[in-house]
């Protein structure tokens, strides 16, 4: 561009300002310009890019940010909110008045600080307790009603395969594979019809082996509880032991000789003070336990207000109360009669009960023994006699006896003997009812500190006939899981843990038909629960624990155990090892189900479980598998077509669907030949069909077309010339559905075998032929694809794509 070209649109521009009243006009020099200009560029090298954008954008609203910038930089909040600078001590005037801010910001900061703390504990407090009451909310869903029901399904897990079965190692730890060991002996017993032995005594065995003294006393619990008559079969175990009580005498038994260990331990290791001697018995048991009682009674306060003499050196209730605690109501009649009068309605009393222990007690004498404690008793200031009346006579059962009631086992000890299963609601006796709702509701997990010692609060249960509660309460811990679990085996073989009605609900439930607070313990979900651990590495141990469910039924009737095996079988895929395999005689060998065969339980049953299901999760390769191994050929034979249909066409190379499902075909043709197929002749026949096309179309993929088509000349599917296709197109309407769905693929196959043939018949290398015959190879061939374009108009189907077209385009090429 020149200059007088620029000069002209500085003119331009100049009168178009002008001729613009909207901006006033600004005449500078070009020093004045030149100065702006690098003013404008100081300011933006020294301010940056961002302040520069900051510019723009507040300069565009008619903002001047240096202005408010050196406005803001005059304001601080430093003497606002700091302590003030102190000052020379001559200025008092100002001295005070600096004391007098520092005073007041120092009140600010603390009420401040102050604030801050108490919103911080306030916000905390709140969260606790909104998650305390959401875990009880979540508790009580557990432990609701059957309506609430729980649906735990599977889900894919990394795993570690079995050395004995995959190669890799197991899954189960030392505690686990021991108890695995008892099962699989147990269940070998029941397979061979021996005589079942105590599950509760081989497990506490098996216990005694792992040196735990807190998992020895549970199954010590055990054995004492289920020490009682058996329960048949026919009623319900929750029902009986609601109505019977049974376990109230086995608890107060285990807690009594517990007792007496413990007596024993004392005076061992203080024999000086016992003293003992004499005839060994309970009563110079419970002396020489006085006497050491005695010896220290500077840090016992139950021994200070001791009333009525003494017998044998020793003081009176003591005497007859340890006896007592022992079990020994014998050596406490003793200990009375010794004492001489006075005592005459409790002597009776414990003559009644010494000499008829299973029977009622005289309500005559009980009556008696209540009205002198409310008169005299009561106040006494001899706690073992206040605790002897109350037991023997059961006066008073909110007394809580903290004197002598050290221990959770003496206060349960009490709350059992002041149990009177004869007496009414109105009365004042303790029932069974009202003490599991002690345990359970009223004092709970939280005042026994159950989250620390769980082992403990299970005896606690289980000695109050709570057996579901507590097995519940022990499988949520990780140490003792594997011996909840156990305990459950056990107690259900003995038939003493009461079950759902339905198999769906959660793992503890309450059933409305049962007394308060009983619940119900879901065995087969517990059971499930802890098989998922092993299940895949041990599939033989998972067996031995599913065998357990086998008289359980589900929602659909049918029996748990083979549906855990089935469902095992899907997750773990090792059906040769589950269920054996078919030989090529017909015969199928022995898996691991075959050790539970009994007259309900049958490996082919589980083989046609899992088969169905694979069927609905349309795995039909695995199906075929499972049908097979459950005799059921025409399932074999049907799903086996279905495949074929659907991969007959494609060439067959190793290792694809195809040539896994052409295997099992061979297989079944090997084995099925005969009289004795079990299937209807119509899948024989698609089967048959089908396996011919295979092997045409290998024929046909492999070249050899000559094979190929002498198999089409035997089955008749397809026209070779016009005078068949009358015939072939009634036995297209006689065909299956998957035979008909290849029948587009077998057309292409041949049009394409005989547009080859016709080509190389044109070709150079048939020159050795005549005129003559070539010409009617050529007819025969032009004919041939003809009746081929036929056929596929007049079937009556639906041909896929563009088959008709291509057929015709081959047609029309080959003439």
């Given at each position: 561009?020149?200059?007088?070209?620029?000069?002209?649109?500085?003119?331009?521009?100049?009168?178009?300002?002008?001729?613009?009243?909207?901006?006033?006009?600004?005449?500078?020099?070009?020093?004045?310009?030149?100065?702006a200009?690098?003013?404008?560029?100081?300011?933006?090298?020294?301010?940056?890019?961002?302040?520069?954008?900051?510019?723009?954008?507040l300069?565009?609203?008619?903002?001047?940010?240096?202005?408010i910038?050196?406005?803001?930089?005059?304001?601080?909040?430093?003497?606002?909110?700091?302590?003030?600078?102190?000052?020379?001590?001559?200025?008092?005037?100002?001295?005070?008045?600096?004391?007098?801010?520092n005073?007041?910001?120092?009140?600010?900061?603390?009420?401040?600080?102050?604030?801050?703390?108490?919103?911080?504990?306030?916000?905390?407090?709140?969260?606790?307790?909104?998650?305390?009451?959401?875990?009880?909310?979540?508790?009580?869903?557990?432990?609701?009603?059957?309506?609430?029901?729980?649906?735990?399904?599977?889900?894919?897990?990394?795993?570690i395969?079995?050395?004995?079965t995959?190669?890799g190692?197991?899954?189960?730890?030392?505690?686990?594979?021991?108890?695995?060991?008892?099962?699989?002996?147990?269940?070998?017993?029941?397979?061979?019809?021996?005589?079942?032995?105590?599950?509760?005594?081989?497990?506490?065995?098996?216990?005694?082996?792992?040196?735990?003294?807190?998992?020895?006393?549970?199954?010590e619990?055990?054995?004492?509880?289920?020490?009682?008559?058996?329960?048949?079969r026919?009623?319900?175990?929750?029902?009986?032991?609601?109505?019977?009580?049974?376990?109230?005498?086995?608890?107060?038994?285990?807690?009594?000789?517990?007792?007496?260990?413990?007596?024993?331990?004392?005076?061992?290791?203080?024999?000086?003070?016992?003293?003992?001697?004499?005839?060994?018995?309970?009563?110079?048991?419970?002396?020489?336990?006085?006497?050491?009682?005695?010896?220290?009674?500077?840090?016992?306060?139950?021994?200070?207000?001791?009333?009525?003499?003494?017998?044998?050196?020793?003081?009176?209730?003591?005497?007859?109360?340890?006896?007592?605690?022992?079990?020994?109501?014998?050596?406490?009649?003793?200990?009375?009669?010794?004492a001489?009068?006075?005592?005459?309605?409790?002597?009776?009393?414990?003559?009644e009960?010494?000499?008829?222990?299973?029977?009622?007690?005289?309500?005559?004498?009980?009556?008696?023994?209540?009205?002198?404690?409310?008169?005299?008793?009561?106040?006494?200031?001899?706690?073992?006699?206040?605790?002897?009346?109350?037991?023997?006579?059961?006066?008073?059962?909110?007394?809580?006896?903290?004197?002598?009631?050290?221990?959770?086992?003496?206060?349960?000890?009490?709350?059992?003997?002041?149990?009177?299963?004869?007496?009414?609601?109105?009365?004042e006796?303790?029932?069974c009812?009202?003490?599991?709702?002690?345990?359970?509701?009223?004092?709970?997990?939280k005042h026994y500190?159950?989250?620390?010692?769980?082992?403990?609060?299970?005896?606690?249960?289980?000695?109050t006939?709570?057996?579901?509660?507590?097995?519940?309460?022990?499988?949520?811990?990780?140490?003792?899981?594997?011996?909840?679990?156990?305990?459950?085996?056990?107690?259900?073989?003995?038939?003493?843990?009461?079950?759902?009605?339905?198999l769906?609900?959660?793992?503890?439930?309450?059933?409305?038909?049962?007394?308060?607070?009983?619940?119900r313990?879901?065995l087969?979900?517990?059971i499930?629960?802890?098989?998922?651990?092993?299940?895949?590495?041990d599939?033989?141990?998972?067996?031995?624990?599913?065998?357990?469910?086998?008289?359980?039924?589900?929602?659909?009737?049918?029996?748990?155990?083979?549906?855990?095996?089935a469902?095992?079988?899907?997750?773990?895929?090792?059906?040769?090892?589950?269920?054996?395999?078919?030989?090529?005689?017909?015969?199928?060998?022995?898996?691991?189900?075959?050790?539970?065969?009994?007259?309900?339980?049958?490996?082919?049953?589980?083989c046609?479980?899992?088969?169905?299901?694979?069927?609905?999760?349309?795995?039909?390769?695995?199906?075929?598998?499972?049908?097979?191994?459950?005799?059921?050929?025409?399932?074999?034979?049907?799903?086996?077509?279905i495949?074929?249909?659907?991969?007959?066409h494609?060439?067959?190379?190793?290792?694809?669907?195809?040539?896994?499902?052409?295997?099992?075909?061979?297989?079944?043709?090997?084995?099925?030949?005969?009289?004795?197929?079990?299937?209807?002749p119509?899948?024989?026949?698609?089967?048959?069909?089908?396996?011919?096309?295979?092997?045409?179309?290998?024929?046909?993929?492999?070249?050899?077309?000559?094979?190929?088509?002498?198999?089409?000349?035997?089955?008749?599917?397809?026209?070779?010339?016009?005078a068949?296709?009358?015939?072939?197109?009634?036995?297209?309407k006689?065909?299956?559905?998957?035979?008909?769905?290849?029948?587009?693929?077998?057309?292409?196959?041949?049009?394409?075998?005989?547009?080859?043939?016709?080509?190389?018949?044109?070709?150079?290398?048939?020159?050795?032929?005549?005129?003559?015959?070539?010409?009617?190879?050529?007819?025969?061939?032009?004919?041939?694809?003809?009746?081929?374009?036929?056929?596929?108009?007049?079937?009556?189907?639906?041909?896929?794509?563009?088959?008709?077209?291509?057929?015709?385009?081959?047609?029309?090429?080959?003439?």
């Amino acid at each position: 561009m020149d200059f007088n070209a620029l000069l002209q649109q500085a003119q331009k521009l100049t009168h178009e300002t002008q001729v613009s009243d909207d901006l006033p006009r600004v005449e500078r020099t070009l020093p004045q310009v030149l100065q702006a200009t690098q003013e404008l560029h100081s300011r933006v090298t020294q301010t940056g890019a961002q302040d520069m954008q900051a510019h723009i954008l507040l300069g565009s609203n008619g903002i001047d940010l240096p202005k408010i910038s050196q406005k803001l930089e005059t304001l601080s909040s430093r003497k606002t909110f700091e302590p003030l600078d102190p000052i020379a001590t001559t200025d008092v005037q100002n001295f005070l008045r600096n004391e007098k801010e520092n005073a007041i910001l120092a009140v600010i900061e603390e009420v401040h600080k102050n604030s801050y703390l108490s919103a911080e504990t306030q916000k905390w407090d709140h969260m606790l307790n909104d998650w305390k009451q959401e875990k009880v909310k979540l508790m009580n869903a557990l432990i609701g009603p059957s309506q609430n029901w729980i649906d735990i399904r599977k889900g894919p897990e990394q795993t570690i395969l079995n050395e004995t079965t995959f190669g890799g190692r197991s899954s189960l730890n030392s505690q686990e594979m021991a108890y695995a060991r008892e099962v699989h002996e147990y269940n070998r017993l029941v397979c061979d019809g021996a005589m079942r032995p105590s599950l509760i005594q081989r497990f506490a065995q098996v216990a005694d082996s792992f040196n735990d003294s807190r998992v020895t006393d549970v199954w010590e619990v055990m054995k004492y509880m289920t020490n009682v008559t058996p329960i048949p079969r026919t009623q319900d175990p929750m029902k009986v032991r609601c109505t019977q009580h049974l376990f109230i005498n086995q608890a107060k038994r285990y807690l009594e000789n517990r007792y007496k260990l413990f007596m024993q331990t004392v005076i061992s290791d203080h024999l000086r003070d016992a003293r003992r001697g004499g005839v060994p018995s309970v009563l110079n048991l419970v002396g020489s336990f006085v006497g050491v009682k005695l010896a220290n009674q500077g840090q016992n306060s139950s021994f200070m207000g001791l009333q009525d003499g003494q017998v044998d050196g020793k003081p009176l209730w003591p005497m007859v109360y340890y006896c007592l605690r022992c079990g020994d109501v014998a050596s406490a009649l003793k200990c009375m009669q010794k004492a001489g009068q006075g005592h005459e309605e409790l002597i009776a009393l414990l003559e009644e009960k010494c000499h008829n222990p299973d029977q009622k007690t005289n309500p005559r004498l009980e009556l008696q023994i209540r009205m002198q404690y409310k008169r005299q008793i009561r106040n006494a200031t001899d706690p073992y006699k206040r605790a002897v009346y109350c037991i023997v006579g059961c006066c008073d059962i909110q007394e809580q006896h903290t004197d002598i009631a050290k221990t959770t086992d003496d206060f349960l000890w009490i709350q059992l003997s002041l149990i009177r299963t004869d007496g009414d609601d109105s009365s004042e006796h303790l029932t069974c009812a009202g003490l599991q709702s002690m345990i359970l509701e009223q004092y709970g997990e939280k005042h026994y500190n159950a989250s620390e010692q769980p082992h403990l609060y299970f005896q606690l249960l289980a000695l109050t006939g709570q057996y579901e509660a507590g097995v519940e309460f022990l499988s949520r811990f990780e140490k003792y899981r594997v011996h909840a679990v156990h305990i459950g085996l056990a107690l259900n073989e003995l038939h003493m843990i009461g079950g759902p009605r339905n198999l769906q609900e959660p793992l503890l439930s309450v059933d409305f038909e049962d007394p308060q607070p009983m619940r119900r313990l879901n065995l087969a979900r517990l059971i499930m629960l802890y098989v998922k651990k092993f299940e895949i590495t041990d599939p033989s141990e998972a067996l031995h624990y599913f065998y357990f469910l086998r008289n359980l039924k589900d929602g659909e009737g049918r029996n748990l155990f083979l549906v855990s095996v089935a469902d095992l079988a899907i997750e773990c895929r090792d059906f040769d090892l589950l269920f054996g395999r078919m030989q090529r005689d017909g015969l199928r060998s022995r898996g691991l189900i075959d050790q539970f065969e009994s007259v309900h339980i049958d490996a082919r049953t589980v083989c046609e479980m899992v088969a169905e299901k694979f069927v609905k999760k349309g795995m039909f390769e695995d199906a075929i598998r499972m049908f097979d191994l459950a005799a059921q050929q025409e399932q074999a034979l049907r799903y086996t077509s279905i495949l074929l249909s659907q991969v007959v066409h494609h060439a067959n190379k190793e290792g694809s669907l195809r040539e896994r499902v052409q295997r099992m075909a061979n297989e079944f043709t090997e084995r099925y030949t005969g009289a004795d197929k079990n299937c209807d002749p119509q899948t024989w026949t698609t089967f048959s069909l089908l396996k011919e096309l295979t092997t045409f179309f290998d024929c046909y993929h492999g070249k050899n077309h000559q094979a190929a088509m002498d198999i089409l000349e035997r089955i008749k599917l397809v026209p070779l010339r016009m005078a068949d296709l009358d015939v072939a197109v009634n036995n297209f309407k006689r065909l299956s559905g998957e035979v008909c769905k290849v029948i587009p693929d077998l057309l292409l196959a041949t049009m394409d075998i005989a547009y080859t043939k016709y080509k190389a018949m044109k070709g150079k290398d048939v020159a050795k032929f005549d005129d003559f015959t070539k010409k009617n190879q050529l007819s025969y061939l032009r004919e041939q694809a003809k009746a081929l374009t036929n056929m596929a108009a007049m079937v009556p189907y639906r041909m896929p794509g563009d088959t008709n077209s291509r057929l015709i385009q081959t047609e029309i090429l080959m003439h």
